[in-house]
Protein backbone atom coordinates (compact mmCIF):
# COMPACT_ATOMS: atom_id res chain seq x y z
CA UNK A 1 0.00 0.00 0.00
CA UNK A 2 1.04 3.28 -0.58
CA UNK A 3 3.46 4.19 2.41
CA UNK A 4 2.02 6.62 5.33
CA UNK A 5 5.02 8.87 4.43
CA UNK A 6 3.94 9.48 1.10
CA UNK A 7 1.98 12.70 0.23
CA UNK A 8 -0.29 10.83 -1.57
CA UNK A 9 -1.16 7.90 1.14
CA UNK A 10 -4.83 7.62 1.27
CA UNK A 11 -6.37 7.42 4.84
CA UNK A 12 -9.78 7.00 4.35
CA UNK A 13 -11.17 3.87 5.88
CA UNK A 14 -12.52 0.90 3.50
CA UNK A 15 -14.88 -1.09 4.44
CA UNK A 16 -16.86 -3.56 2.16
CA UNK A 17 -19.79 -1.10 2.08
CA UNK A 18 -17.19 1.70 0.82
CA UNK A 19 -15.99 0.03 -1.77
CA UNK A 20 -19.23 -1.25 -3.39
CA UNK A 21 -20.67 2.03 -3.51
CA UNK A 22 -17.59 3.15 -5.19
CA UNK A 23 -17.34 0.19 -7.90
CA UNK A 24 -21.42 -0.33 -8.22
CA UNK A 25 -20.68 -3.73 -7.68
CA UNK A 26 -21.51 -5.48 -3.99
CA UNK A 27 -18.42 -6.69 -2.40
CA UNK A 28 -18.09 -9.90 -0.30
CA UNK A 29 -14.69 -9.55 1.33
CA UNK A 30 -11.15 -7.04 0.54
CA UNK A 31 -6.98 -7.47 0.99
CA UNK A 32 -5.06 -4.81 1.33
CA UNK A 33 -2.01 -5.23 -1.02
CA UNK A 34 1.21 -4.34 -0.15
CA UNK A 35 2.46 -2.18 -3.02
CA UNK A 36 4.36 0.98 -3.87
CA UNK A 37 4.78 4.67 -2.89
CA UNK A 38 1.65 6.19 -4.75
CA UNK A 39 -1.18 3.82 -4.68
CA UNK A 40 -3.52 1.46 -2.56
CA UNK A 41 -4.02 -1.37 -3.61
CA UNK A 42 -7.11 -3.65 -2.68
CA UNK A 43 -8.09 -7.37 -3.65
CA UNK A 44 -11.94 -7.17 -3.62
CA UNK A 45 -13.87 -10.43 -4.18
CA UNK A 46 -17.57 -9.93 -5.24
CA UNK A 47 -20.12 -13.38 -5.92
CA UNK A 48 -18.90 -13.91 -9.51
CA UNK A 49 -15.32 -12.19 -9.63
CA UNK A 50 -12.06 -11.36 -7.93
CA UNK A 51 -10.60 -8.13 -9.59
CA UNK A 52 -8.06 -5.30 -8.24
CA UNK A 53 -9.19 -2.32 -7.23
CA UNK A 54 -6.72 0.48 -7.54
CA UNK A 55 -7.03 3.82 -5.17
CA UNK A 56 -4.80 7.03 -6.02
CA UNK A 57 -5.40 10.31 -4.03
CA UNK A 58 -7.05 13.25 -5.27
CA UNK A 59 -3.41 14.92 -5.46
CA UNK A 60 -2.89 13.74 -8.55
CA UNK A 61 -4.77 15.24 -11.85
CA UNK A 62 -7.57 12.58 -13.12
CA UNK A 63 -5.56 12.63 -16.35
CA UNK A 64 -3.28 10.56 -14.48
CA UNK A 65 -5.91 7.58 -14.44
CA UNK A 66 -6.94 8.43 -17.72
CA UNK A 67 -3.34 7.78 -18.96
CA UNK A 68 -3.22 4.68 -18.11
CA UNK A 69 -6.89 3.48 -19.14
CA UNK A 70 -6.09 4.90 -22.26
CA UNK A 71 -2.89 2.95 -22.59
CA UNK A 72 -4.13 -0.28 -21.34
CA UNK A 73 -7.05 -0.08 -23.53
CA UNK A 74 -4.35 0.52 -26.50
CA UNK A 75 -2.08 -2.27 -25.25
CA UNK A 76 -4.72 -4.87 -25.26
CA UNK A 77 -5.27 -4.27 -29.40
CA UNK A 78 -1.51 -4.76 -29.84
CA UNK A 79 -1.09 -8.28 -27.67
CA UNK A 80 1.12 -6.48 -24.64
CA UNK A 81 0.85 -8.59 -21.68
CA UNK A 82 -1.13 -6.60 -19.07
CA UNK A 83 -3.88 -6.44 -17.18
CA UNK A 84 -7.64 -5.59 -18.21
CA UNK A 85 -9.48 -2.40 -17.55
CA UNK A 86 -13.17 -2.84 -16.49
CA UNK A 87 -14.36 0.60 -14.81
CA UNK A 88 -12.67 3.72 -13.47
CA UNK A 89 -13.97 6.97 -11.74
CA UNK A 90 -13.11 9.97 -9.76
CA UNK A 91 -15.01 9.83 -6.70
CA UNK A 92 -13.73 10.71 -3.04
CA UNK A 93 -10.84 8.45 -4.46
CA UNK A 94 -9.51 8.22 -8.26
CA UNK A 95 -9.60 4.30 -8.67
CA UNK A 96 -9.41 1.94 -11.52
CA UNK A 97 -11.12 -1.63 -11.33
CA UNK A 98 -8.85 -4.02 -13.09
CA UNK A 99 -7.97 -7.73 -13.80
CA UNK A 100 -6.43 -9.49 -10.97
CA UNK A 101 -3.29 -11.00 -11.73
CA UNK A 102 -2.23 -14.54 -10.41
CA UNK A 103 1.32 -15.10 -9.78
CA UNK A 104 4.39 -13.96 -7.94
CA UNK A 105 6.59 -10.16 -8.22
CA UNK A 106 9.69 -11.12 -10.74
CA UNK A 107 11.58 -8.49 -7.89
CA UNK A 108 10.90 -10.97 -5.29
CA UNK A 109 11.52 -14.23 -7.00
CA UNK A 110 14.57 -13.22 -8.98
CA UNK A 111 17.46 -13.77 -6.92
CA UNK A 112 16.59 -17.09 -6.41
CA UNK A 113 16.26 -17.76 -10.29
CA UNK A 114 19.00 -19.79 -11.75
CA UNK A 115 20.52 -18.25 -14.68
CA UNK A 116 18.82 -20.35 -17.65
CA UNK A 117 15.60 -19.62 -15.79
CA UNK A 118 16.75 -15.74 -15.64
CA UNK A 119 17.48 -15.44 -19.98
CA UNK A 120 14.56 -16.93 -20.40
CA UNK A 121 12.34 -14.32 -18.69
CA UNK A 122 14.64 -11.63 -20.22
CA UNK A 123 13.74 -13.23 -23.67
CA UNK A 124 10.43 -12.73 -22.79
CA UNK A 125 10.68 -9.20 -21.35
CA UNK A 126 12.42 -8.44 -24.79
CA UNK A 127 9.69 -9.85 -26.53
CA UNK A 128 6.93 -7.35 -24.88
CA UNK A 129 9.62 -4.50 -25.40
CA UNK A 130 9.84 -5.16 -28.99
CA UNK A 131 5.78 -4.81 -29.37
CA UNK A 132 6.38 -1.66 -27.51
CA UNK A 133 8.93 -0.33 -30.11
CA UNK A 134 7.37 -1.74 -33.17
CA UNK A 135 5.67 2.01 -34.30
CA UNK A 136 7.81 5.31 -34.69
CA UNK A 137 5.92 8.33 -33.23
CA UNK A 138 6.72 12.10 -33.79
CA UNK A 139 6.84 13.33 -30.03
CA UNK A 140 6.85 12.59 -26.93
CA UNK A 141 3.52 12.60 -25.49
CA UNK A 142 1.56 11.12 -22.97
CA UNK A 143 -2.34 9.14 -23.16
CA UNK A 144 -5.63 10.30 -23.15
CA UNK A 145 -9.14 9.63 -23.89
CA UNK A 146 -11.49 11.00 -26.65
CA UNK A 147 -14.71 9.47 -26.91
CA UNK A 148 -14.10 6.12 -25.14
CA UNK A 149 -11.35 6.03 -27.87
CA UNK A 150 -7.19 6.47 -27.05
CA UNK A 151 -5.22 8.63 -28.16
CA UNK A 152 -1.95 10.49 -27.63
CA UNK A 153 -2.30 13.74 -26.31
CA UNK A 154 -0.13 15.94 -23.67
CA UNK A 155 1.55 14.40 -20.70
CA UNK A 156 -0.44 14.63 -17.50
CA UNK A 157 2.23 15.64 -15.00
CA UNK A 158 2.67 18.90 -15.91
CA UNK A 159 1.26 18.62 -19.60
CA UNK A 160 3.69 18.78 -21.79
CA UNK A 161 3.94 16.91 -24.98
CA UNK A 162 8.02 17.14 -25.64
CA UNK A 163 9.05 17.69 -29.94
CA UNK A 164 12.36 16.12 -29.21
CA UNK A 165 15.05 14.56 -26.57
CA UNK A 166 16.68 17.87 -25.99
CA UNK A 167 13.40 19.58 -24.86
CA UNK A 168 12.37 16.63 -22.98
CA UNK A 169 15.56 16.49 -20.96
CA UNK A 170 16.24 19.40 -20.24
CA UNK A 171 12.61 21.01 -19.01
CA UNK A 172 12.36 17.96 -17.01
CA UNK A 173 15.79 19.17 -15.23
CA UNK A 174 14.60 23.14 -15.55
CA UNK A 175 11.58 22.01 -13.67
CA UNK A 176 13.10 19.82 -11.09
CA UNK A 177 15.70 22.34 -10.33
CA UNK A 178 12.58 25.04 -9.83
CA UNK A 179 11.55 22.88 -7.43
CA UNK A 180 14.19 22.48 -5.52
CA UNK A 181 14.53 25.79 -4.83
CA UNK A 182 12.35 25.56 -1.75
CA UNK A 183 14.99 22.45 -0.26
CA UNK A 184 18.12 23.26 -0.95
CA UNK A 185 20.38 26.48 -2.62
CA UNK A 186 20.17 25.15 -6.86
CA UNK A 187 23.43 27.82 -6.94
CA UNK A 188 25.60 24.62 -7.97
CA UNK A 189 23.19 23.74 -10.44
CA UNK A 190 23.08 27.43 -12.66
CA UNK A 191 25.26 25.78 -15.56
CA UNK A 192 24.17 22.66 -15.96
CA UNK A 193 20.95 22.68 -17.96
CA UNK A 194 23.13 24.08 -20.63
CA UNK A 195 25.83 22.03 -20.44
CA UNK A 196 23.06 18.99 -20.79
CA UNK A 197 21.29 21.14 -23.95
CA UNK A 198 24.88 20.38 -25.31
CA UNK A 199 25.16 16.71 -24.75
CA UNK A 200 21.47 16.02 -26.00
CA UNK A 201 22.36 18.03 -28.83
CA UNK A 202 25.09 16.26 -30.21
CA UNK A 203 23.90 12.53 -29.35
CA UNK A 204 22.58 10.34 -32.24
CA UNK A 205 19.18 10.78 -32.47
CA UNK A 206 16.79 7.68 -31.32
CA UNK A 207 13.63 6.59 -32.40
CA UNK A 208 10.48 7.81 -30.32
CA UNK A 209 8.15 4.66 -29.30
CA UNK A 210 5.99 3.63 -26.46
CA UNK A 211 6.96 4.09 -22.99
CA UNK A 212 6.10 2.10 -19.67
CA UNK A 213 7.75 4.45 -17.29
CA UNK A 214 8.57 2.06 -14.49
CA UNK A 215 10.10 -0.66 -16.42
CA UNK A 216 11.22 -2.88 -13.23
CA UNK A 217 10.91 -6.35 -12.13
CA UNK A 218 8.59 -5.12 -9.29
CA UNK A 219 5.96 -4.25 -12.09
CA UNK A 220 6.37 -7.77 -13.62
CA UNK A 221 4.43 -10.51 -12.68
CA UNK A 222 5.25 -14.45 -12.67
CA UNK A 223 3.96 -17.60 -13.06
CA UNK A 224 5.60 -21.13 -13.93
CA UNK A 225 8.79 -18.93 -14.63
CA UNK A 226 6.60 -17.21 -17.27
CA UNK A 227 5.80 -14.00 -17.65
CA UNK A 228 2.18 -13.30 -17.40
CA UNK A 229 1.79 -9.74 -17.05
CA UNK A 230 3.09 -5.59 -16.97
CA UNK A 231 1.61 -3.53 -14.27
CA UNK A 232 1.96 -0.05 -13.34
CA UNK A 233 1.24 1.45 -16.35
CA UNK A 234 0.34 5.19 -14.92
CA UNK A 235 3.72 7.22 -16.01
CA UNK A 236 3.42 5.26 -19.66
CA UNK A 237 3.73 7.27 -23.17
CA UNK A 238 5.56 7.35 -25.74
CA UNK A 239 9.91 8.61 -25.25
CA UNK A 240 13.11 7.82 -26.47
CA UNK A 241 14.34 4.36 -27.63
CA UNK A 242 16.37 3.78 -24.71
CA UNK A 243 14.53 5.18 -22.02
CA UNK A 244 12.60 1.80 -20.11
CA UNK A 245 16.37 -0.22 -20.54
CA UNK A 246 18.46 2.35 -18.53
CA UNK A 247 16.08 1.82 -15.49
CA UNK A 248 17.35 -0.40 -12.76
CA UNK A 249 15.23 -3.55 -13.35
CA UNK A 250 16.12 -4.45 -9.31
CA UNK A 251 15.28 -2.18 -6.66
CA UNK A 252 19.07 -1.64 -6.36
CA UNK A 253 19.48 -2.08 -2.39
CA UNK A 254 22.93 -3.06 -2.25
CA UNK A 255 26.17 -3.19 -4.12
CA UNK A 256 25.03 -6.96 -5.59
CA UNK A 257 21.84 -5.47 -7.16
CA UNK A 258 24.44 -2.91 -8.83
CA UNK A 259 26.06 -5.60 -10.52
CA UNK A 260 22.88 -7.52 -11.17
CA UNK A 261 21.42 -4.98 -12.74
CA UNK A 262 24.15 -4.27 -14.87
CA UNK A 263 24.35 -8.02 -15.44
CA UNK A 264 20.71 -7.92 -17.03
CA UNK A 265 21.34 -4.72 -19.10
CA UNK A 266 24.14 -6.52 -20.95
CA UNK A 267 21.96 -9.70 -21.58
CA UNK A 268 19.54 -7.16 -23.40
CA UNK A 269 22.20 -5.91 -25.47
CA UNK A 270 23.16 -9.48 -26.43
CA UNK A 271 19.20 -9.86 -27.80
CA UNK A 272 19.94 -6.33 -29.71
CA UNK A 273 18.76 -3.65 -27.41
CA UNK A 274 21.56 -1.48 -27.88
CA UNK A 275 21.44 2.12 -27.61
CA UNK A 276 24.45 4.80 -29.14
CA UNK A 277 25.78 7.10 -26.43
CA UNK A 278 24.14 5.05 -23.43
CA UNK A 279 26.34 5.66 -20.84
CA UNK A 280 25.92 9.69 -21.71
CA UNK A 281 22.20 9.25 -21.81
CA UNK A 282 22.13 7.21 -18.84
CA UNK A 283 23.56 9.83 -16.65
CA UNK A 284 21.45 12.77 -17.81
CA UNK A 285 18.51 10.24 -17.40
CA UNK A 286 20.03 9.84 -13.68
CA UNK A 287 20.72 13.60 -13.09
CA UNK A 288 16.76 14.45 -13.77
CA UNK A 289 15.53 11.83 -11.37
CA UNK A 290 18.17 12.71 -8.70
CA UNK A 291 16.74 16.34 -9.12
CA UNK A 292 12.95 15.04 -8.54
CA UNK A 293 11.78 16.74 -5.07
CA UNK A 294 10.69 13.34 -3.67
CA UNK A 295 14.11 12.14 -3.82
CA UNK A 296 15.03 14.61 -1.07
CA UNK A 297 13.83 12.80 2.02
CA UNK A 298 17.11 12.47 3.16
CA UNK A 299 18.50 16.17 2.04
CA UNK A 300 22.08 15.94 2.34
CA UNK A 301 22.45 12.12 0.60
CA UNK A 302 20.34 13.37 -2.13
CA UNK A 303 21.95 16.58 -2.62
CA UNK A 304 25.38 14.33 -2.74
CA UNK A 305 24.10 12.17 -5.41
CA UNK A 306 22.95 15.33 -7.40
CA UNK A 307 26.42 17.01 -6.65
CA UNK A 308 28.52 13.47 -8.19
CA UNK A 309 26.37 13.42 -11.55
CA UNK A 310 26.97 17.19 -12.25
CA UNK A 311 30.30 16.70 -11.47
CA UNK A 312 30.90 13.71 -14.13
CA UNK A 313 28.39 15.51 -16.63
CA UNK A 314 30.29 18.37 -16.22
CA UNK A 315 33.26 16.55 -17.02
CA UNK A 316 32.08 15.48 -20.57
CA UNK A 317 34.03 16.84 -23.52
Not at 65 to 82: F, G, H, P, R, W
Not at 112 to 129: A, H, R, T, Y
Not at 164 to 187: C, F, G, H, M
Not at 246 to 252: G, I, P, S, T
Request: hydrophobic share 40%; proline share 4%.
Amino acid sequence: MAEKNSPHYIELEITTEFLSKLIGIPVLEYTEIPVGWNNKAIKVITKDEEYLLRLSKTTWPKEKITNEVAVLQYLQSINVKCPRIYSYGFDKVHWILMELVEGKMLESEWRNLNNNLKLELIKQIGDQLLILQQKEYPSISGWGLKDGLPILTTYFDGNYEYSSETEYITKQLESNIKKLDTVIDTAFLKDVVFKVKQIVDRLEPVPIVLFHGDFAFRNMIISDNQLVSILDWEWAGTRPIYMDLLEDMLENENPTDEMENEWIRNEFRNLGFEYPNERERKLLLDLVDATSAWRFGNVEKAKLRVIDLVNKISGFP
